[in-house]
C-alpha cells in the first residue's frame, strides 16, 4: 500500500512525501493552500516539521524503575557499594524484565528514537535472565525499533567472574561484548581486556565498555583498547561508553588520544554528563572521531533523572558546547541520527513531525513529538496517543 503524507514541512516550505514498502518514493512540493482530502493511507500533517528519527546509543532497557513505586537512592560512595545497592534494588522490582523493557522501547519511540544499543545486565547469578527477555521483546519491536544488545557484566567482568556466562550471552544472540572498568573495578586493565578482544573475535562481535575511570587510568585503558581494537581487526566496532577520563586532561593530551581513537576506529559515546567534566566533543568530532550520543539512565538506580529523550539530550549537548549557531544546531544531529535531515527518496520512511520553526529551533526546544513514524506509518506521538488521526 501507498502512504501519503501531505503538507509535510521541511525548511518553510510543504512537501507531499509518498511512500511505497516503507521507503520514500516521491518528495514533492506541495502548494498546501488548502485542507487537502484525505484518502486511506494519507494523511495531513498541516504544517509540521520534519525531522529524521533518532539514534540513542547507551541506555538500559532491563533497569529502570518506571512504573514501580518510588525508590530511594543514596549519593555513590564507592562503585562497589553503589553495585551491591544496585542488586538489592532490581531484586525487589514487582515487573518482569520483558515489561520493564517494553515500557522504556516505548517511551523512547514516542520520543522518535527508532535505534537504540541497549547493555543487558549479565553475571553468574542473574545468569541469562535479563537477556532472554531482552531478546525476546527485540523480536516483538522488529520492523520498529532497531536494537543492538551489549551483554554487560555490570558486576565486573573479571570481579564477578562473569566470563563463562559472557560466552553464553554472546551465544545466545547479544551482539556485543561489554565490561565496566577494567581497571577500577576489575583491577586487572590487561586480563580484561584480553576477556572482553577473545570473546569479541570468538563471536566476530563489536565491544562497547562503561569507562568510569578517570584521568590517566581511563586515558592509558583506552589506548589499550585502541591498541586491542587494532591487533585483533576490530577497527570500527569498538566503543568506549562514557570515556569520563577523557574530560578530565589537557586539550593537548585528549588530541594525542584523538589520533589513536580515529587510527584504530573506536568510538566514544557520551550521556552529555552535567556533573561532571565531559569528553572534548567538538575537538574529537573535528578529528575525525566518531562520537555518539546516548540517554544512559532514566529513573534507575544510579539516578532519579533521565527521560529517554535523545532529542532533549542532543540539546542539552548544544547548549554544554555553546552551540548557538545555525549550523551548529544543525550539526548536533549528526550526533543522534544516522539518517539525512530531510527526505530523500529511496531513503526508510522513519521521521517525526514536530511544531517547531525549523530544526535548528526542533534543537534548541525539543518541543512535543507530535507523529512518529516508521516506515511509513505512525506508530507513535502526541497525535498519534490521542488518537487523532486528521
Ligand atoms: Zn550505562
Not at 535472565?129 to 525499533?145: C, D, I, P, S, T
Not at 570468538?202 to 584521568?215: K, W
Not at 577497527?235 to 589520533?259: C, K, P
Not at 542532543?314 to 551548529?328: F, H, I, P, S
Request: charged letters at 25%; glycine letters at 10%.
Amino acid at each position: 500500500m501507498i502512504e501519503k503524507f501531505r503538507r509535510v514541512r521541511i525548511d518553510s516550505d510543504l512537501y507531499e512525501l509518498e511512500i511505497d514498502g516503507g521507503k520514500f518514493t516521491r518528495v514533492e512540493f506541495d502548494r498546501g493552500d488548502r485542507t487537502p482530502e484525505i484518502g486511506e493511507g494519507e494523511w495531513d500533517a498541516a504544517g509540521l516539521l520534519y525531522m529524521p528519527t533518532l539514534a540513542d546509543m547507551h541506555c538500559h532497557l532491563d533497569k529502570h524503575f518506571i512504573g514501580e513505586r518510588w525508590r530511594s537512592r543514596k549519593r555513590i560512595d564507592t562503585l562497589p557499594n553503589q553495585l551491591h545497592r544496585e542488586k538489592e534494588l532490581l531484586a525487589s522490582l514487582s515487573g518482569t524484565v520483558e515489561e520493564r523493557a517494553r515500557i522504556l522501547l516505548n517511551l523512547m519511540l514516542s520520543h522518535g528514537t527508532t535505534r537504540i544499543r541497549t547493555h543487558v545486565d549479565v553475571d553468574p547469578e542473574l545468569g541469562l535472565k535479563h537477556l532472554e527477555a531482552v531478546l525476546k521483546v527485540r523480536e516483538e519491536y522488529r520492523g520498529l525499533m532497531d536494537i543492538e544488545i551489549v551483554a554487560f557484566p555490570q558486576q565486573g567482568l573479571l570481579r564477578s567472574r562473569s566470563y563463562g556466562v559472557m560466552r553464553e550471552a554472546m551465544q545466545s544472540g547479544a551482539d556485543l561484548v561489554g565490561a565496566v572498568d577494567p581497571g577500577g573495578l576489575d583491577r586487572g586493565i590487561e586480563p580484561c581486556l584480553e576477556q572482553v578482544f577473545g570473546l569479541a573475535t570468538e563471536f566476530n562481535a563489536g565491544v562497547d565498555i562503561h569507562l568510569h575511570d578517570p584521568g590517566h587510568l581511563g586515558v592509558y585503558t583506552i589506548e589499550r583498547m585502541a591498541e586491542y581494537a587494532g591487533q585483533t581487526g576490530l577497527q570500527g566496532r569498538v566503543a568506549v561508553s562514557h570515556a569520563w577520563g577523557l574530560g578530565q586532561i589537557t586539550e593537548a593530551e585528549s588530541a594525542d588520544i584523538g589520533h589513536k581513537l580515529r587510527e584504530q576506529g573506536v568510538s566514544v559515546i557520551t550521556s552529555v554528563p552535567i556533573d561532571r567534566q565531559m569528553l572534548n566533543v567538538p575537538q574529537l568530532s573535528s578529528m575525525g572521531v566518531d562520537v555518539r550520543v546516548g540517554t544512559d539512565n532514566v529513573l534507575d538506580a544510579w539516578s532519579p533523572f533521565g527521560s529517554g529523550d535523545m532529542l532533549e539530550r542532543l540539546g542539552r549537548l548544544a547548549e554544554k558546547c555553546y552551540w548557538v549557531e545555525d549550523e551548529q544546531l544543525l550539526g548536533a544531529y549528526r550526533y543522534g541520527t544516522d539518517k539525512q535531515l530531510s527526505p530523500k527518496v529511496g531513503d526508510s520512511a522513519d521521521f517525526v513531525l514536530v511544531d517547531a520553526m525549523n530544526l535548528e529551533h526542533a534543537m534548541a526546544s525539543a518541543p512535543p513529538r507530535e507523529w512518529v513514524i516508521v516506515g511509513g506509518k505512525p506508530v507513535a506521538g502526541r497525535r498519534f496517543e490521542g488518537g487523532l488521526n486528521k
